[in-house]
């Protein structure tokens, strides 16, 4: 709670202060009561904890003025004293304090009114608000909600902005076209597209157009279709009145449809919406109109409307999964993201991006990606796309040391990066037939050139020793030896 604490003993205050603030209260504190009614006057306190005989006003005097007050109800007033007596005590309790403690102030009873105080609070507040009109209390819940959706959407949409890359011609084209899509508002669109492709980023565009701008694009309110049961998600979607069931809150609920108002309602994996609801969905697209479950009220929609789907849809159309008039009706807009394995010219500099942004954020030193790196991560399929190589990118940055990521960071790719040795073998065969040494005309002696050749063999490795052991035909212990004792004998091969 936040509370105030009136006392002009110092000693006798400060330590109420620290005992509230370790039971982890918001405490401003005064020396008198006539600060305290400056800080009442400008701030919310369900609790006054007031010294009864103090210079100037004294308690009494105070809890009268805060009594006078038009929202004396949102105040519960305690009184304390050190000149404790039965007549005091009558006068404070008439005066309509709630408690009354002797000093000094034993924390466990002050550590029960304080309780006590938090739940009278609680029970007067929510009584108020329900003697107001339903709708307006629910339209002052929602807006606070939907001030939150903007704040929160206004810091993840600035941080999207900063961080998108698009390096390929179809790209560029399917986010210019979602722009266009930006300025209308009416028109459903969906996107399509495996996990971890970027959907919800192109979504976010459309919402925010090429401007970026948070301030007129209204709020973003996303729900993940496959993560609500089919009993729930019409009363998320649409909202319910009052009483609409058993078990519904008694003041209602706005939906998600409610919450989007002015701004954009982000339906992902729209292939798993129940079948009964896509008829409703349908409606509302149609109709631009919809009921809160249990309501006779028509609501007009005023949000965009965006699916997402990693699934198909026109299979499931075909295989009676999906509706299919419902279908038509989404891609009024539709936006289909090709995998990252079809547009692999984008892999090198996404890469790059994700390397300078985590080794900013992890305070790593690591600003490049040597080319035998980067043909392992463009030989890769990445069947988690770009979500995949962001993982990968991250644990990279985190296990380097140095400048420089090599293939030994890439420990986060999955079983299948294995056989992208296969797929390059014929960048291995070039980067192999590139060993052979010339033969310099003033003589070289045959450990130097062994040596050499090591060298060689194991920066085109990546500096892993098993794989260089693995080449040269010989032990990783061999290897190991040759590497710390570069004077060694040759037989220890």
Known sequence: MNILVVDDDQSSRQAIVWFLKMQHHEVTECANAEQALVQIAANDFPLVLSDIYMPGMTGHELTAAIKALPDSWRTDIVLFSGQANLKSAIMALRGGVYDYLEKPVDVEELSAVVERVAEHQALLRENHLLTKKFDDAVEVATEETRRDYSRMNQAASQAFVGQVGIFSEAMHRLWDLAHKFHTDRTIPVLIEGETGVGKEVFARAIHLGPHGDTTTAGVFVDINCAAITASLFESELFGYEAGSYTGSSSKGQKGKLDLAKGGTLFLDEVGELPPALQGKLLRVLQEREYYRVGGLKKIKLDARIICATNQPLAECVEKGLFRRD??????????????????????????????????????????????????????????????????????????????????????????????????????????????????????????????????????????????????????????????ENKHGDLEEF
């Open 326 to 483: 419902l279908y038509y009706r989404l891609t009024v807009g539709h936006l289909v993201i090709p995998p990252l394995r079809e547009r692999r010219e984008e892999i090198a500099p996404i890469a790059s991006l994700f390397l300078h942004d985590f080794a900013r954020k992890k305070r790593k030193q690591a600003r490049t990606i040597p080319p035998e790196a980067l043909r392992v991560l463009e030989a890769y399929d990445w069947p988690g796309n770009i979500r995949e190589l962001k993982n990968v990118m991250e644990l990279a940055v985190f296990a380097s040391v140095g400048e420089e990521i090599g293939i030994k960071h890439f420990c986060a790719l999955r079983p299948q990066a294995q056989n992208v040795t296969a797929a390059t073998s014929t960048d291995e065969r070039e980067k192999t037939e590139g060993l052979l040494l010339p033969f310099p005309p003033q003589g070289h002696s045959l450990k130097q050139y062994v040596d050499d050749i090591i060298k060689k063999v194991l920066a085109a490795h990546g500096d892993n020793q098993t794989l260089t052991a693995k080449y040269l035909g010989i032990s990783r212990r061999a290897l190991s030896y040759r590497l």
